[in-house]
Protein backbone atom coordinates (compact mmCIF):
# COMPACT_ATOMS: atom_id res chain seq x y z
CA UNK A 1 0.00 0.00 0.00
CA UNK A 2 1.35 3.52 -0.91
CA UNK A 3 -0.14 6.58 0.53
CA UNK A 4 0.58 9.73 -1.70
CA UNK A 5 -0.12 13.64 -0.71
CA UNK A 6 0.57 16.43 -3.36
CA UNK A 7 1.89 20.25 -2.55
CA UNK A 8 2.35 23.30 -4.20
CA UNK A 9 -0.82 23.88 -6.46
CA UNK A 10 -1.78 27.32 -6.35
CA UNK A 11 -2.90 30.57 -8.55
CA UNK A 12 -1.00 32.45 -11.07
CA UNK A 13 -0.45 34.59 -13.72
CA UNK A 14 0.70 33.12 -17.54
CA UNK A 15 4.22 32.63 -18.00
CA UNK A 16 4.70 31.74 -14.52
CA UNK A 17 6.40 28.78 -12.51
CA UNK A 18 5.29 26.13 -9.82
CA UNK A 19 6.62 23.29 -8.27
CA UNK A 20 4.77 20.42 -7.08
CA UNK A 21 5.12 17.75 -4.74
CA UNK A 22 4.27 14.19 -4.06
CA UNK A 23 5.23 12.52 -0.61
CA UNK A 24 4.94 8.86 -0.33
CA UNK A 25 4.90 6.86 2.59
CA UNK A 26 6.06 3.86 2.78
CA UNK A 27 9.73 2.11 2.05
CA UNK A 28 8.96 0.86 -1.46
CA UNK A 29 8.69 4.27 -3.19
CA UNK A 30 11.75 3.62 -5.60
CA UNK A 31 9.83 0.32 -6.83
CA UNK A 32 7.07 2.19 -8.17
CA UNK A 33 7.15 3.79 -11.44
CA UNK A 34 5.86 8.01 -10.77
CA UNK A 35 3.45 9.76 -12.88
CA UNK A 36 1.76 13.07 -12.95
CA UNK A 37 -1.50 13.27 -14.85
CA UNK A 38 -4.12 16.57 -14.57
CA UNK A 39 -7.89 16.83 -15.19
CA UNK A 40 -9.35 20.09 -16.67
CA UNK A 41 -12.90 20.99 -16.00
CA UNK A 42 -15.18 18.64 -17.81
CA UNK A 43 -12.55 16.97 -19.34
CA UNK A 44 -10.98 13.70 -19.51
CA UNK A 45 -7.52 13.02 -16.73
CA UNK A 46 -4.60 13.11 -19.05
CA UNK A 47 -1.04 11.74 -18.75
CA UNK A 48 1.18 14.54 -17.81
CA UNK A 49 4.57 12.60 -17.47
CA UNK A 50 6.13 10.24 -15.52
CA UNK A 51 9.71 8.99 -14.26
CA UNK A 52 11.24 5.54 -14.41
CA UNK A 53 12.23 4.12 -10.76
CA UNK A 54 15.56 5.13 -11.46
CA UNK A 55 14.87 8.34 -13.05
CA UNK A 56 16.63 7.03 -15.66
CA UNK A 57 13.89 7.15 -18.54
CA UNK A 58 11.46 9.99 -18.55
CA UNK A 59 8.23 10.69 -20.65
CA UNK A 60 5.91 14.16 -21.19
CA UNK A 61 3.47 14.57 -22.99
CA UNK A 62 4.06 17.08 -26.13
CA UNK A 63 2.04 19.87 -24.99
CA UNK A 64 4.39 19.96 -21.57
CA UNK A 65 7.54 19.24 -23.43
CA UNK A 66 10.23 22.11 -22.63
CA UNK A 67 8.25 23.33 -20.02
CA UNK A 68 7.86 20.83 -17.68
CA UNK A 69 10.34 18.68 -15.59
CA UNK A 70 9.93 15.53 -13.71
CA UNK A 71 12.32 14.07 -11.05
CA UNK A 72 12.26 12.39 -7.84
CA UNK A 73 13.70 11.62 -4.82
CA UNK A 74 14.23 8.29 -3.30
CA UNK A 75 15.95 8.90 -0.45
CA UNK A 76 12.92 11.29 -0.12
CA UNK A 77 9.76 9.09 -1.35
CA UNK A 78 8.78 12.17 -3.06
CA UNK A 79 8.57 12.88 -6.69
CA UNK A 80 8.63 16.27 -8.34
CA UNK A 81 6.92 18.30 -11.45
CA UNK A 82 8.38 21.57 -12.17
CA UNK A 83 6.41 23.74 -14.35
CA UNK A 84 7.68 26.80 -16.16
CA UNK A 85 6.03 29.19 -18.76
CA UNK A 86 2.59 28.19 -17.49
CA UNK A 87 -0.40 28.68 -19.62
CA UNK A 88 -4.01 29.27 -18.71
CA UNK A 89 -4.55 26.02 -20.80
CA UNK A 90 -2.48 24.15 -18.00
CA UNK A 91 -4.91 25.13 -15.50
CA UNK A 92 -5.91 21.76 -13.85
CA UNK A 93 -6.37 19.36 -10.76
CA UNK A 94 -2.78 17.75 -11.01
CA UNK A 95 -2.22 14.36 -9.28
CA UNK A 96 0.71 12.18 -8.75
CA UNK A 97 0.61 8.34 -9.54
CA UNK A 98 2.48 5.80 -8.74
CA UNK A 99 2.68 2.38 -11.06
CA UNK A 100 3.78 -1.46 -10.56
CA UNK A 101 4.59 -1.96 -14.47
CA UNK A 102 7.17 -0.56 -17.15
CA UNK A 103 5.36 2.77 -18.06
CA UNK A 104 2.54 5.07 -16.89
CA UNK A 105 1.12 6.81 -19.46
CA UNK A 106 -2.53 6.25 -18.94
CA UNK A 107 -4.72 6.36 -15.88
CA UNK A 108 -5.41 2.48 -15.83
CA UNK A 109 -2.04 1.62 -15.70
CA UNK A 110 -1.77 3.28 -12.10
CA UNK A 111 -1.91 1.32 -9.16
CA UNK A 112 -2.39 4.18 -6.56
CA UNK A 113 -3.32 7.95 -6.50
CA UNK A 114 -3.10 11.73 -4.62
CA UNK A 115 -5.66 13.43 -3.67
CA UNK A 116 -4.42 15.82 -5.94
CA UNK A 117 -4.05 19.65 -5.36
CA UNK A 118 -5.34 22.92 -7.86
CA UNK A 119 -3.51 24.87 -10.84
CA UNK A 120 -4.72 27.67 -11.66
CA UNK A 121 -2.97 30.09 -14.47
CA UNK A 122 -4.66 33.38 -15.27
CA UNK A 123 -4.04 35.20 -18.47
Known amino acids: QVQLVESG ?3 LQAGGSLRLSCAA ?3 TFSSYIMGWFRQ ?7 FVGYISRSGGII ?3 D ?3 GRF ?11 YLQMNSLKPEDTAVYYCAAGRGMILTTP ?3 DYWGQGTQVTVSS
Open 9 to 11: GGL
Open 25 to 27: SGR
Open 40 to 46: APGKERE
Open 59 to 61: SYT
Open 63 to 65: SVK
Open 69 to 79: TISRDNAKNTV
Open 108 to 110: TSA
